[in-house]
């Protein structure tokens, strides 16, 4: 089946500096979310983007589907952006569930 | 819009019981799916349902089952719990299925003794 690769697994920031976040796939998709996990479990859905650019406030993210990878900026960080940040894929190949990589723990020192 | 609720938050069972967990989609959401978060296997999908049917399905043994309802409304069952199943438990809703964004509710927390 499809693979969801996360990188880097963990990262430390100080407040007010960037970062990116990385998630590679091993196959064709239909659909690709970032999701922010809150430290009570929710998740909360970022983006949308199975190909594309979007971006929302001090966030973006770019898919870039041909070469199976997405990429989630963080800029200007905050503590409260701290938590593990999930990539999820629904593969052409497997509708109807999303297959998540292990995730990005992100910490926001101030 | 309301979000996607699940009930109950917490739970806690011993070995051999059997558990429900209900998941409420958002208003207008035909699509239910459920997924299990452990620490050492992360988060993994358990199945889907989409008017009353369930049209894919993890890699989890028979004692895991779901169903929905005709209102969307879905819920899973556990039966002879044992510890490995203590997990997060959450619920995703979506318009229709496939390829759709999905929305999760905020879980619920199993705890087997």
């Known amino acids: 089946g499809i693979q969801v690769e996360q990188s880097p697994p963990d990262l430390i920031l100080q407040e007010g500096a960037n970062s990116t976040l990385r998630c590679n796939f091993s196959d064709s998709v239909n659909n690709l979310q970032w999701f922010h996990q809150n430290p009570w479990g929710q998740l909360i859905n970022l983006f949308y983007i199975p190909s594309g650019t979007k971006q929302n406030g001090r966030l973006s993210a770019t898919t870039v589907a041909t070469e199976r990878y997405s990429l989630l900026y963080i800029s200007s960080s905050q503590t409260t952006d701290s938590g593990v940040y999930f990539c999820?894929?629904?593969?052409?190949?497997?509708?109807?569930?999303?297959?998540f990589g292990s995730g990005t723990r992100l910490l926001v020192r101030p | 819009k309301a979000g996607v609720t699940q009930t109950p938050r917490y739970l806690i069972k011993t070995r051999g019981q059997q558990v429900t967990l209900s998941c409420s989609p958002i208003s207008g959401h035909r699509s239910v799916s459920w997924y299990q978060q452990t620490p050492g296997q992360g988060l993994q999908f358990l199945f889907e349902y989409f008017s009353e049917t369930q049209r894919n399905k993890g890699n989890f043994p028979g004692r895991f089952s779901g169903r929905q309802f005709s209102n969307s409304r879905s819920e899973m069952n556990v039966s002879t719990l044992e510890l490995g199943d203590s997990a997060l438990y959450l619920c995703?809703?979506?318009?229709?299925?496939?390829?759709?964004?999905?929305?999760f509710g905020p879980g619920t927390r199993l705890t087997v003794l």
């Open positions: 995703a809703s979506s318009t229709w299925t496939g390829w759709a964004e999905q929305f």
């Open positions: 999820a894929v629904e593969g052409v190949d497997s509708s109807y569930k999303l297959i």
